[in-house]
Structure formats: structure tokens, C-alpha cells
């Protein structure tokens, strides 16, 4: 496939976007194309969630402030930025995983391909079939691996061919080797880095359009998290990530996009805010905004 | 201590003696007495069962083990003969009915109030159910009498004779309200609060990010509770279950009220039967001979021993298998 | 707007829906909120139905229950009041209470502050079986032991007795109560005493137990509230009790209020009923007043811990 040339550069493996594709079913598959060559767009990738003017509150308190942010589909975009300034709200806003912290409560708008995902007619449960999330803390049911995999699974009727389905996870999360002889024994024998792979093959087993990973790799050693970082570029394309971050190197690494929040104390009280948002290699090389810089290269956080 | 003597410090040095003496016996006397108090309550439970197995001995002597199936029950001195089969088994069959009744209602009570209530809700509905079990045994079975028995008599042995007629637990409707069905209402009645705020409790300690996984997993609330909150608990709530088992087994007189002192075994649930409990209660004030009285006692004896197998299966249940990353299925 | 369909999670084939559609229910979502709201409705109705029990029997003895009373059927003996068998009760509650109180915390404290893993698992047991013992089983135990002419210590009924019986009954739920109370103590004061040097029984004597003592409070309460209802050892150990006068001495058989109850819904006299129905009114009164007190200073001395 002949990709039009384009002066915006981006990393690595990338799976063409379909060029075309109506609602009634004819798409065109693209190739999973894993060339080392550089892959260039004169169009970025659709915006997938598009945020506007988002604050939110718990109760009186203020967390987040006016946060306005694109998206993009098949990328992954990274959200870095000191504790406490509401990285993990927002994160946990994407797919209403805050709905059930008391008093919580949000302005503005957050589209997800274009519908607002606290509108009224929205199901949360389908936001989050569609939009899936790995947490900080490994957290495997109390099942056999096998089960961790194919609870989802079973639960929105996929039966048929539900082995290949956990197969396809276990590769999809570099996890099916380590335990392809034991899917029965229980997934709490595990590793920390295991059980956290365990996590990833179990949200992506259900095959959700985005993969919001909140430090996913906070809890684990260097090799685990070394690995985790991997898994993620064969995630993407796929997916769209957007990844919690409090470790710099490692959205430097991983990140198409970098957002960075921090806690802006203008008013009586601190509220997280958004800094900059930028391609990952302008905002750890040159970024625009003083904060950023003095964040990025050490100097606080 | 140094011993630096400094003039004048003699009788200080004395008294600095007599207060770590008297440190060191109240240290051991606070210790005995705690101790002593707790062994008391050991010494007591091997004492009442001494006692009570004691005044069974005449019956234990003369109908052996042949008491607990024997169903006969002839008070009088012309026949003097007794058994507890019957007894056995309204005990059981009362207890079985109203944990298969109370038990799923329980439960239901419980996540409602740990997963669907607000805590505002929550604040005001866990008291009232446990002021359920507030209520003393003699109200609620003198209510049952006057008003729950004729109800079952009148509307809901009808209603379910002609539904589910067919299952010989519920034949024609009797004369009166009381019997093994009545009981066992009453029975669920106490059972529900104690099953319902262990349960709830056990809910509510299931961790939030167990939870968080399956709900990011696109499932619905009753999908995270079948396939996390109860799976992890189902031990817990088991041992609770069997302590509202245990319960039921023991309650004297509410039963006593509204079971109706039938003798026979029999599988209508609209019949009249009794307990072991309840015959105790009702016929020991009354007892005419040494023997009625040494097979009441004989009939303590078989409720201690289900009581407390009851109970200690429960602690060991709770005990055995917390969930602390337990194997799941 | 382009619909996303592309590749799956897998790379194989189209996801299953279409990510961009509204965020209504797709797939077998819609059957399934069904149900999941089923079975929400299901165990709100269990709720509300355990409340309308608690209504309806309350509804019952106060409907029945108020015209009996009166100042005439609070103060009087038979045949115009109860007032024996309301003082027969208090007797033998407070000697109970007396007797079980102490014991309990004695039993918590040693549990909390002495008792190595061995002894404090057996010592929990202990209290888990006499918690569930039947209570008809306490009262047979002290006709044998203490009442009965032809018994160990052959006494006869008497309202001490009886309240040694409801001690039984009141010990595990004081014991394990007063446990939960004093381990919701921070360490950290006894902490500081040790390090003062302070004696052992004095820190527990001056520190712990004051801090405990709400706690304790409310528990004894609670503990008041549940014997006060108790029938089965006194129908054995005090049914002799007289009802046409007020005694106070312990050592005489008492009349009391669950027995009276008790006897006179077995009659088939349906003027003893109204008796019935108001000593059930009173005595459900105070119990439920008394249990909604404890709670509310445990509530509260909850929240003074915690903060």
C-alpha cells in the first residue's frame, strides 16, 4: 500500500488506517503492517475522544480544570505529570469509572467518536465494553487463568470458539507461552509482571476499541515493566491507548502523544490542569510551556 | 535504677521499692483475674454439659440410641415410653425450611444493602433489619398465634395447596394455623437479620478493585456480583448461614407457640409437629415421672449436640477458608 | 462520519459492533441489564419486605397492645397490672447485668491484651459455642444444678438464678463486643504509657478502659436489650413467680414479663390476651428504644474514635 508523503514523522510499527469504510460492512482490510520503514500521513488519525472544557468535582473540591484534549485513533498517548493533578481522574473519566466514587461529578464535554459518553441515552456498560481499562494494581479474579480470560467473554455470549479467543489474548499480551500449560491452575500463582500481562490479555480478550492503562507498570519490577513496554507497541494500531504515566523515560519511549498535567495554583486552591499536549518528542525536547520543561528535565515532580 | 545514693534518698529509694513491688502484683493479679474469667467461661460450658447429660442417664439407660428413632411419646404412667424420632425430625425439617426460605432473602437483603443501597439508604435500612432481631421469641410467636397462624390457615395454605398442591409438603389446609409451615415462617423471621448483616458485611469487605476489574470489563452489576462478590464470600456466607441455622435448631418458644405439639412424622408441612426445643419447653414444667423428665433431658442432650455442631462447623468454615487469595472457581 | 470498523483486537477479523455507533447497548447487552435490573428489583423487594414484617408485628402489638395500657396497668399487681412482673424482670435483668458485665470485659481484655494466639483462638471459641447455645439448654442447665429439690444444690426458684442464667445468655455479647471496642483503640496510647514505663494494669486501669468505656456502654445495652426478651430459662427457673405482688428480694422466684406473655398466649383465655398484647408493648418499647440508643452512641463514639 503507497502512503502519500507527509512532514509529521512517527514511530515505528503502524498498521494502516482504512481509507474507507461504510457502516453497512464493506471494509477494507488493511495489511497488519509491521514494515520498519517510516509510515507517513498527510491526515492524522480520527480523533477518538475529544475532550472539551472537561473540570471535574468531587463534592466541593475541584480535581480537574478546563481540560481540553484530542485523541487520536491507533495511537498511544501518554498523560505525565507530578501526584495528585488529576491524570487519574481524567483517565478514569474516558470510560466512567469514576460514576461510582461519591460526589463526583463533571462539566464539559467528553466525545467519544462523537457522542458525549455522559449523555442520556449512554449505557455505562457499554462504554466500558468499548472502552476497556488495566489498573494500577494487578488485580486477577480468584479463577483458574483460563477464567480470568473467558469470564468477559462469556458474559457478552461469545461461546463459540472462546479457546482461541483466550489463546489469541495470552499471545496478544506475550503471556501464552509462560502459561500455556497451566491456564487451569489459578491465576493468583502468578507473578506480578504475570498477573499484570493477565490483566492486559483479559481486558484486550474482548477486543474493546480503546485500552486506558493507568500506570500499569507502577507496581512492577524493571524487567516486568521493560516488558510491558513492549507489549504496547504490538498493541497499538490495534487499539488506541491512552497510558497514566508517572515515569518520564517510559513515555518517552512508548508515547505517539504526550499530555502533561500538573497542578496549577492560581486560584485559593491547586486544581490539576493540562500544560501541554504535544507529539512526545517536542515535549521532551523542546517544549513551550516553562512548567513542562522544568518537569521534563527534573527540575520539580 | 542507679543506686547513686544521695542523702535523704532511703526512704524515697524504699518507696520506689514498694511501688515496682506493687506494679508487679497488680501486672499478675490483672493477668489471673482476665485469665480466670476466661476459663470460667470454658469451665461452665463442660459443666452444663455434664449436667444435662447427668439428667438424661435414666433415659439413656433405658432406650440406648433406639430414642433418637423411636417415635413413640406416652407420658403417662400406664405406658412411660419415649422417643424423639418425631421430634428429630420437625427439628430438622422446621430448620431445613426456614434456612431454604430465610437464607436466599438473607443474602438478598445483604447485597442490596452493600452494592445497590446509598449509604444514606444504608444508614437507615441495616438497623431495622437487625432491630428484627430485636424482638423478643415470646412477641413474635404470641403474634404468630393470634394473627400470622390464622392468616397461614386462611389465605396462604389455600393459595399454595391449590398451586403446588402436588407436592406432598403442602397438603389440604388444616383447622388451625399452627404447624410445622407456621413455625418455620416464624423461624425465617429470626434467621433473616443474623444471615443478612454477616452477609452484607461480607460484601461490603470484597476489595473495591477486584470489583473495578470486572466492572472495566463491560459487565453488568449483577455480573460483577455473580462473578466476583459471590464467589469470594460463598464460604463466608455459608458459616453465616449456619449460624442462623443453628438458631433456628435451638428456638424453644416461639416454636412451642405455633407448632401445635403434634406427635407424628409426618411430610405434610400444614401439620401439626414439634421440636426438641419445643418439647422441652412445654413439658418439662409439667413433668409427670422421672423417666419424662430423664427424656427431656435426652432430648437436650441431641439439641446440644446438633446446636453445637451447627455452631462449631460455622467457626471452622469462617476460620478454614477466608478469603485471603483463596482458589476460586 | 467514517465508521472505525477496521481491524479487530486481533487483527484477524472486524470487531463485533461498530465503535462509533451511539452508545446505546450492542450485542446481548440489552437482555442482560434486563435481567441485572431483575434481579436489583429482587433484592429491594427482599429489603422492603423484611421492613414490612418489622411494621406489621410492631403495628400489631401497639394496635393491640395500647388500650391496655395504663398508669393503673403499669403500677398495679394483678388483677389490674403487671407491675410484678415489670420489677421481677428489671431484677433479674440488673443482676444478670451485674454479674455479666464484668465478666465480659474481664473475658475481652484478656483476649486483647493477654492471650497468645493458642489460648485466644480457644477462648474465642469458647465464647462463639455459648453464644449459640439454646437458651432453653441454660435454663434446664440451672433447674438441674441450682433449683431442683432432688439436684446438686437443690435451692428452688429464685430470681438470682435466673439472672445468673441470663448472664450466660449476656457474657458472649458483651465479651465479643467490648473485643471490637477495644481493638478499635489506637495503640499508640498504650504505646506511650509502656514507654513511660508505666505498670501494665495501670495503663488499662487509666487509659484503655476509659477510652473503652462508650463502647462498653453501648454494648452492655445491647446485651440488656436482648436478655430482657429472653423466655426459656425463666419459664424454668422462676415461673413461680406471683404476679398479685411486687417483690423485690432476688432470692424469692419473680414474676416476669416474657413468661407472663408466654402463659397467658398459651390460655386459651382471650381476656389474658390484652394483658399479653400490652406487656408485649412495653417490653417491645423499651427494647427497641434501648437498641436504637446503643446504636446511636456507637455511631457517634465511632465517629469520635475515627477522627
Given at each position: 500500500?503507497?502512503?502519500?508523503?507527509?512532514?509529521?514523522?512517527i514511530r515505528?510499527d503502524?498498521?494502516a488506517?482504512?481509507?474507507?469504510?461504510?457502516?453497512?460492512?464493506?471494509?477494507?482490510?488493511?495489511?497488519?503492517?509491521t514494515?520498519?520503514?517510516?509510515?507517513?500521513?498527510?491526515?492524522p488519525p480520527?480523533?477518538?475522544?475529544?475532550?472539551?472544557e472537561v473540570?471535574?468535582?468531587?463534592?466541593?473540591?475541584?480535581?480537574?480544570?478546563?481540560?481540553?484534549?484530542?485523541i487520536?485513533r491507533?495511537q498511544?498517548?501518554?498523560?505525565?505529570?507530578?501526584?495528585?493533578?488529576?491524570k487519574t481522574?481524567?483517565?478514569r473519566?474516558?470510560?466512567?469509572?469514576?460514576?461510582s466514587?461519591?460526589?463526583?461529578?463533571?462539566?464539559?464535554?467528553?466525545?467519544?467518536h462523537?457522542?458525549?459518553i455522559?449523555?442520556?441515552?449512554v449505557?455505562?456498560?457499554?462504554?466500558r465494553?468499548r472502552?476497556?481499562?488495566?489498573?494500577?494494581?494487578?488485580n486477577p479474579?480468584p479463577?483458574?487463568?483460563?477464567?480470568?480470560?473467558?469470564?468477559?467473554p462469556?458474559?457478552l455470549?461469545?461461546?463459540?470458539?472462546?479457546s482461541?479467543?483466550v489463546?489469541k489474548?495470552?499471545?496478544?499480551?506475550?503471556?501464552?507461552?509462560?502459561?500455556?500449560?497451566?491456564?487451569k491452575d489459578s491465576?493468583?500463582g502468578l507473578?506480578g509482571?504475570?498477573?499484570?500481562?493477565?490483566?492486559i490479555?483479559?481486558?484486550?480478550?474482548?477486543e474493546?476499541?480503546?485500552l486506558?492503562?493507568?500506570?500499569?507498570?507502577?507496581a512492577?519490577?524493571p524487567?516486568?515493566?521493560?516488558a510491558?513496554?513492549?507489549?504496547?507497541h504490538?498493541?497499538?494500531?490495534?487499539?488506541?491507548?491512552?497510558?497514566?504515566?508517572?515515569?518520564?523515560?517510559?513515555a518517552a519511549?512508548?508515547?505517539?502523544r504526550?499530555?502533561f498535567?500538573s497542578?496549577?495554583t492560581?486560584g485559593?486552591?491547586?486544581?490539576?490542569?493540562?500544560?501541554?499536549?504535544?507529539?512526545?518528542?517536542?515535549?521532551?525536547?523542546?517544549?513551550r510551556?516553562?512548567?513542562?520543561r522544568?518537569?521534563?528535565t527534573?527540575?520539580?515532580? | 535504677?542507679?543506686?547513686?545514693?544521695?542523702?535523704?534518698?532511703p526512704?524515697?529509694?524504699?518507696?520506689r521499692?514498694w511501688r515496682?513491688?506493687?506494679?508487679?502484683?497488680?501486672?499478675a493479679?490483672?493477668y489471673?483475674?482476665?485469665?480466670?474469667a476466661?476459663?470460667?467461661?470454658?469451665?461452665?460450658?463442660?459443666?452444663i454439659?455434664?449436667?444435662?447429660?447427668e439428667?438424661?442417664?435414666?433415659?439413656?439407660?433405658?432406650?440406648?440410641?433406639?430414642?433418637?428413632?423411636?417415635?413413640?411419646?406416652?407420658p403417662t404412667?400406664?405406658?412411660n415410653?419415649f422417643?424423639?424420632?418425631?421430634?428429630?425430625?420437625?427439628t430438622?425439617?422446621?430448620?431445613?425450611?426456614a434456612?431454604?426460605l430465610?437464607?436466599?432473602i438473607?443474602?438478598?437483603i445483604?447485597l442490596?444493602l452493600?452494592m445497590?443501597?446509598?449509604?444514606?439508604?444504608?444508614?437507615?435500612?441495616s438497623?431495622?433489619?437487625?432491630?428484627?432481631?430485636?424482638?423478643?421469641t415470646?412477641i413474635l410467636?404470641?403474634?404468630?398465634?393470634?394473627?400470622?397462624?390464622p392468616?397461614v390457615?386462611?389465605?396462604?395454605?389455600?393459595?399454595?395447596h391449590?398451586?403446588?398442591?402436588?407436592?406432598?409438603?403442602?397438603?389440604?389446609?388444616?383447622?388451625?394455623?399452627?404447624?410445622?409451615?407456621?413455625?418455620s415462617?416464624i423461624l425465617?423471621i429470626?434467621?433473616?437479620?443474623?444471615?443478612?448483616?454477616?452477609?452484607?458485611?461480607?460484601f461490603?469487605?470484597?476489595?473495591?478493585?477486584?470489583?473495578?476489574?470486572a466492572?472495566a470489563?463491560?459487565?453488568?452489576?449483577w455480573e460483577?456480583?455473580r462473578?466476583?462478590?459471590?464467589?469470594?464470600t460463598a464460604?463466608?456466607?455459608?458459616a453465616?448461614?449456619?449460624?442462623g441455622?443453628?438458631?433456628?435448631l435451638?428456638?424453644?418458644i416461639?416454636?412451642?407457640?405455633?407448632?401445635?405439639?403434634g406427635?407424628?412424622?409426618?411430610?405434610?408441612?400444614?401439620?401439626?409437629?414439634?421440636?426438641?426445643?419445643?418439647?422441652?419447653?412445654s413439658?418439662?414444667?409439667g413433668?409427670?415421672?422421672?423417666?419424662h423428665q430423664?427424656?427431656l433431658?435426652?432430648?437436650?442432650?441431641?439439641l446440644?449436640?446438633?446446636?453445637?455442631?451447627?455452631?462449631?462447623i460455622?467457626?471452622?468454615i469462617?476460620?478454614?477458608f477466608?478469603?485471603a487469595?483463596g482458589?476460586?472457581? | 462520519?467514517?465508521?472505525?470498523?477496521?481491524?479487530?483486537?486481533?487483527?484477524d477479523?472486524?470487531?463485533a459492533y461498530?465503535?462509533a455507533?451511539?452508545?446505546?447497548?450492542?450485542?446481548?447487552?440489552?437482555?442482560?441489564q434486563?435481567?441485572?435490573?431483575?434481579?436489583?428489583?429482587?433484592?429491594?423487594?427482599?429489603?422492603?419486605?423484611?421492613?414490612a414484617?418489622?411494621?406489621?408485628?410492631?403495628?400489631?402489638?401497639?394496635q393491640?397492645?395500647?388500650?391496655?395500657?395504663s398508669?393503673?396497668f403499669?403500677?398495679k399487681?394483678?388483677?389490674?397490672?403487671?407491675?410484678?412482673?415489670?420489677?421481677?424482670?428489671?431484677?433479674i435483668?440488673?443482676?444478670?447485668t451485674l454479674?455479666?458485665t464484668p465478666l465480659?470485659v474481664l473475658?475481652?481484655?484478656?483476649?486483647?491484651?493477654?492471650?497468645?494466639?493458642?489460648?485466644?483462638?480457644?477462648?474465642?471459641?469458647?465464647?462463639?459455642?455459648?453464644?449459640?447455645l439454646?437458651?432453653?439448654?441454660v435454663?434446664l442447665?440451672?433447674?438441674?444444678?441450682?433449683?431442683n429439690?432432688?439436684?446438686?444444690?437443690?435451692?428452688?426458684?429464685?430470681?438470682?438464678?435466673?439472672g445468673?442464667?441470663?448472664?450466660?445468655?449476656?457474657?458472649?455479647?458483651?465479651?465479643r463486643g467490648t473485643?471490637?471496642?477495644?481493638r478499635?483503640?489506637?495503640?499508640?496510647?498504650?504505646?506511650?504509657?509502656?514507654a513511660?514505663?508505666v505498670?501494665?494494669?495501670?495503663?488499662?486501669?487509666?487509659?484503655?478502659?476509659?477510652?473503652?468505656?462508650?463502647g462498653?456502654?453501648t454494648?452492655?445495652?445491647?446485651?440488656?436489650?436482648?436478655?430482657?426478651?429472653e423466655?426459656?430459662?425463666?419459664?424454668?427457673l422462676?415461673?413461680?413467680?406471683d404476679?398479685?405482688r411486687?417483690?423485690?428480694?432476688?432470692?424469692?422466684?419473680?414474676?416476669?414479663?416474657p413468661?407472663?406473655?408466654?402463659?397467658?398466649?398459651?390460655?386459651?383465655n382471650p381476656?389474658?390476651?390484652?394483658?399479653?398484647?400490652g406487656?408485649?408493648?412495653?417490653f417491645?418499647?423499651?427494647i427497641?428504644?434501648?437498641?436504637l440508643?446503643?446504636?446511636?452512641?456507637l455511631?457517634?463514639?465511632?465517629r469520635?474514635?475515627?477522627?
Amino acid at each position: 500500500m503507497n502512503l502519500p508523503p507527509s512532514r509529521v514523522r512517527i514511530r515505528t510499527d503502524q498498521p494502516a488506517v482504512p481509507s474507507s469504510a461504510n457502516g453497512t460492512g464493506s471494509v477494507a482490510l488493511p495489511d497488519a503492517v509491521t514494515t520498519s520503514a517510516e509510515a507517513h500521513w498527510d491526515t492524522p488519525p480520527e480523533v477518538v475522544f475529544d475532550s472539551r472544557e472537561v473540570s471535574v468535582f468531587y463534592g466541593a473540591k475541584q480535581a480537574l480544570a478546563g481540560v481540553n484534549l484530542g485523541i487520536r485513533r491507533g495511537q498511544i498517548t501518554a498523560l505525565i505529570g507530578p501526584s495528585g493533578c488529576g491524570k487519574t481522574t481524567f483517565l478514569r473519566s474516558l470510560n466512567r469509572m469514576n460514576d461510582s466514587v461519591p460526589d463526583f461529578r463533571i462539566e464539559g464535554e467528553i466525545l467519544y467518536h462523537g457522542h458525549d459518553i455522559y449523555g442520556g441515552n449512554v449505557d455505562q456498560v457499554e462504554v466500558r465494553r468499548r472502552i476497556g481499562m488495566v489498573f494500577q494494581k494487578p488485580n486477577p479474579f480468584p479463577k483458574s487463568i483460563y477464567d480470568n480470560i473467558a469470564w468477559a467473554p462469556r458474559n457478552l455470549g461469545m461461546r463459540s470458539g472462546l479457546s482461541e479467543r483466550v489463546e489469541k489474548a495470552l499471545r496478544g499480551a506475550a503471556l501464552w507461552d509462560e502459561v500455556k500449560d497451566r491456564l487451569k491452575d489459578s491465576a493468583l500463582g502468578l507473578s506480578g509482571g504475570q498477573q499484570q500481562r493477565l490483566c492486559i490479555a483479559r481486558a484486550i480478550a474482548i477486543e474493546p476499541d480503546v485500552l486506558l492503562l493507568d500506570e500499569p507498570a507502577s507496581a512492577l519490577d524493571p524487567i516486568a515493566t521493560g516488558a510491558i513496554e513492549d507489549l504496547m507497541h504490538s498493541l497499538k494500531g490495534r487499539f488506541t491507548i491512552v497510558i497514566v504515566t508517572h515515569n518520564m523515560q517510559q513515555a518517552a519511549r512508548v508515547a505517539d502523544r504526550t499530555a502533561f498535567f500538573s497542578l496549577e495554583t492560581g486560584g485559593e486552591k491547586p486544581v490539576g490542569s493540562l500544560i501541554e499536549f504535544d507529539d512526545t518528542e517536542r515535549i521532551f525536547s523542546s517544549p513551550r510551556d516553562p512548567r513542562t520543561r522544568d518537569y521534563v528535565t527534573g527540575r520539580f515532580g | 535504677m542507679s543506686s547513686a545514693a544521695t542523702p535523704a534518698a532511703p526512704r524515697a529509694a524504699r518507696r520506689r521499692d514498694w511501688r515496682r513491688r506493687g506494679d508487679r502484683f497488680g501486672d499478675a493479679a490483672l493477668y489471673a483475674i482476665c485469665a480466670a474469667a476466661a476459663l470460667l467461661g470454658a469451665a461452665v460450658l463442660i459443666l452444663i454439659a455434664y449436667e444435662v447429660v447427668e439428667g438424661a442417664r435414666p433415659a439413656i439407660d433405658k432406650f440406648g440410641l433406639s430414642f433418637v428413632t423411636g417415635s413413640e411419646w406416652k407420658p403417662t404412667e400406664q405406658f412411660n415410653v419415649f422417643g424423639a424420632g418425631s421430634l428429630l425430625y420437625g427439628t430438622l425439617l422446621s430448620s431445613f425450611f426456614a434456612l431454604l426460605l430465610g437464607a436466599p432473602i438473607a443474602i438478598s437483603i445483604g447485597l442490596f444493602l452493600s452494592m445497590l443501597a446509598p449509604k444514606a439508604v444504608r444508614n437507615v435500612v441495616s438497623p431495622l433489619v437487625e432491630m428484627l432481631a430485636a424482638i423478643p421469641t415470646v412477641i413474635l410467636g404470641f403474634w404468630g398465634v393470634l394473627i400470622l397462624a390464622p392468616f397461614v390457615k386462611s389465605t396462604i395454605e389455600p393459595a399454595l395447596h391449590d398451586t403446588v398442591g402436588f407436592i406432598p409438603l403442602f397438603g389440604e389446609p388444616q383447622t388451625t394455623g399452627l404447624s410445622v409451615f407456621t413455625a418455620s415462617l416464624i423461624l425465617t423471621i429470626m434467621i433473616i437479620p443474623i444471615i443478612s448483616s454477616v452477609s452484607r458485611d461480607l460484601f461490603m469487605s470484597v476489595p473495591r478493585d477486584m470489583q473495578d476489574g470486572a466492572s472495566a470489563l463491560g459487565a453488568t452489576r449483577w455480573e460483577v456480583i455473580r462473578g466476583v462478590v459471590l464467589p469470594t464470600t460463598a464460604s463466608g456466607v455459608v458459616a453465616a448461614s449456619l449460624l442462623g441455622l443453628g438458631r433456628a435448631l435451638g428456638e424453644a418458644i416461639a416454636v412451642a407457640q405455633v407448632i401445635g405439639a403434634g406427635s407424628e412424622i409426618n411430610i405434610d408441612l400444614f401439620k401439626t409437629g414439634d421440636t426438641l426445643a419445643a418439647r422441652i419447653a412445654s413439658q418439662f414444667p409439667g413433668a409427670l415421672t422421672e423417666l419424662h423428665q430423664a427424656s427431656l433431658y435426652y432430648c437436650a442432650v441431641l439439641l446440644l449436640v446438633i446446636g453445637v455442631a451447627a455452631n462449631l462447623i460455622a467457626s471452622w468454615i469462617g476460620r478454614r477458608f477466608s478469603y485471603a487469595g483463596g482458589q476460586v472457581r | 462520519m467514517s465508521s472505525t470498523l477496521g481491524s479487530g483486537g486481533f487483527g484477524d477479523r472486524p470487531r463485533a459492533y461498530d465503535p462509533a455507533a451511539p452508545l446505546t447497548p450492542t450485542g446481548n447487552l440489552r437482555r442482560r441489564q434486563i435481567f441485572s435490573k431483575f434481579t436489583e428489583y429482587l433484592a429491594t423487594a427482599a429489603a422492603i419486605g423484611a421492613i414490612a414484617v418489622l411494621v406489621i408485628v410492631i403495628y400489631a402489638v401497639v394496635q393491640h397492645g395500647i388500650d391496655a395500657i395504663s398508669w393503673d396497668f403499669i403500677t398495679k399487681s394483678a388483677p389490674e397490672g403487671v407491675a410484678p412482673a415489670l420489677v421481677g424482670s428489671a431484677v433479674i435483668v440488673g443482676i444478670a447485668t451485674l454479674i455479666a458485665t464484668p465478666l465480659g470485659v474481664l473475658i475481652a481484655l484478656y483476649l486483647n491484651e493477654y492471650a497468645g494466639r493458642r489460648a485466644a483462638s480457644f477462648v474465642s471459641l469458647t465464647m462463639d459455642v455459648m453464644n449459640g447455645l439454646p437458651a432453653i439448654i441454660v435454663g434446664l442447665f440451672f433447674f438441674t444444678f441450682m433449683v431442683n429439690q432432688k439436684g446438686t444444690l437443690g435451692l428452688g426458684q429464685a430470681g438470682w438464678i435466673a439472672g445468673l442464667a441470663l448472664s450466660i445468655i449476656m457474657v458472649p455479647l458483651i465479651a465479643r463486643g467490648t473485643q471490637g471496642v477495644l481493638r478499635l483503640i489506637p495503640k499508640s496510647q498504650s504505646e506511650a504509657a509502656d514507654a513511660l514505663g508505666v505498670a501494665r494494669w495501670r495503663t488499662v486501669l487509666s487509659v484503655i478502659l476509659p477510652s473503652a468505656l462508650g463502647g462498653i456502654l453501648t454494648v452492655t445495652i445491647l446485651s440488656i436489650a436482648r436478655a430482657a426478651g429472653e423466655t426459656a430459662p425463666l419459664l424454668l427457673l422462676t415461673s413461680n413467680g406471683d404476679i398479685s405482688r411486687v417483690v423485690l428480694n432476688p432470692f424469692e422466684a419473680l414474676a416476669s414479663g416474657p413468661t407472663r406473655i408466654y402463659t397467658l398466649s398459651e390460655e386459651a383465655n382471650p381476656a389474658g390476651f390484652t394483658e399479653a398484647w400490652g406487656l408485649s408493648l412495653l417490653f417491645i418499647s423499651f427494647i427497641l428504644f434501648a437498641s436504637l440508643g446503643a446504636r446511636a452512641l456507637l455511631a457517634r463514639s465511632k465517629r469520635k474514635t475515627s477522627s
